[in-house]
């Protein structure tokens, strides 16, 4: 796999170009079957509103109507993460946030699909059609909360559910109940990442870890924790960042007993942790992406 930094574009902002060929194919798998879709839901992160929308879905998906999942609601930061609902609120989407974890009641969702399915199965009851089941297109990018949702909303497993991106390998329809069957999908992404995009992307593990370097990944969660949860820095890590990284990551080895023969630190097992700790989701209340006025941060 190959990433590259493009040009600084005209705004000043740096790309990375990153785009596995299986994610073209499931695009176009996706238009090739839209015709038998009534209906989307698309799973984003809670915790990175922006960041993992899919940028081109409506250009995938076309007029179809459209549900916006948030799923690891449980783990954003709810006071940031609740402007964006009423942004994307405001541009017209159904917005549904989600905690798929436990005992999940799902009961919004199916109530707010059959609602915004009344006029479809109206029209197929004024034409003299018998009701069947509401079929709906399931997407998102990597690692979001898909098959946790499918399996959730199937009561089993159905849908492979892994900590990592790149589990789902094909389009597959899955049984709900007498009243939904889902099109399950591997996850999206788009050709072009802006940098920050691309870094809350690894942060939350939605793209590989070899994707970008897991050193600058782990100090860009840190930085960001400083930035915009210094509590919690302080709480887990330090008390704050070093201006030498490798500085702070020595103190942090040191609190958290990253340490080789002879007391010296492990640069790699620090750097793991901190990136676990947010895959895992025990750092719990943040919202990489910043809402303001309309705008991400």
């Known amino acids: 796999m190959v990433i590259k930094m493009s040009n600084v574009d005209k705004q000043g902002k740096v790309h990375i170009n990153w785009y596995p060929a299986h994610m073209a194919k499931t695009k176009r798998l996706i238009k090739e079957n839209l015709s038998l879709i009534d209906l989307v839901y698309e799973v984003i992160d809670a915790r990175m509103p922006y960041s993992s929308k899919i940028e081109d879905s409506d250009d995938i998906i076309k007029n179809k109507p459209k549900i916006l999942i948030m799923t690891k ?5 709810k006071e940031e993460t609740d402007k964006w609902i009423k942004y994307y609120e405001k541009k017209g989407y159904k917005v549904l946030p989600l905690n798929l974890e436990g005992n999940a009641n799902l009961k919004p969702l199916i109530n707010l699909t059959m609602d915004v399915m009344k006029e479809f199965n109206q029209k197929r ?3 003299g059609l018998k009701k069947r089941k509401v079929r709906v297109l399931v997407i998102g990018i990597p690692n979001v909360g898909k098959s946790t949702l499918i399996n959730r909303l199937a009561g089993k497993k159905v849908a492979t559910i892994g900590n990592k991106p790149g589990v789902t390998k094909s389009l597959a329809w899955i049984r709900v109940n007498d009243n939904i069957e889902l099109l399950d999908s591997p996850g999206i992404l788009w050709p072009k990442l802006e940098e920050g995009q691309a870094f809350n992307l690894a942060a939350f593990t939605a793209i590989k870890e070899e994707v970008l370097p897991m050193f600058e990944v782990a100090e860009y969660i840190l930085k960001s924790l400083e930035k915009y949860y210094p509590d919690i820095l302080k709480e887990r890590y330090t008390e704050e960042l070093n201006d030498d990284i490798v500085t702070t990551l020595e103190e942090i080895g040191r609190k958290r007993g990253c ?4 007391g010296n630190i492990d640069y790699d ?3 793991t942790l901190i990136i676990n700790d947010v895959k895992n989701g025990y750092i719990k209340g943040v919202t990489f992406d910043r809402f303001i006025e309309g705008k991400h941060e």
């Not at 609601?73 to 930061?77: A, G, M, N, T, V």
């Not at 340490?259 to 002879?262: H, S």
């Open 73 to 77: 609601y449980d783990l954003c930061d």
């Open 125 to 127: 009851a004024d034409s």
């Open 269 to 271: 097992k620090v750097i």
């Open 259 to 262: 340490l080789i023969k002879g």
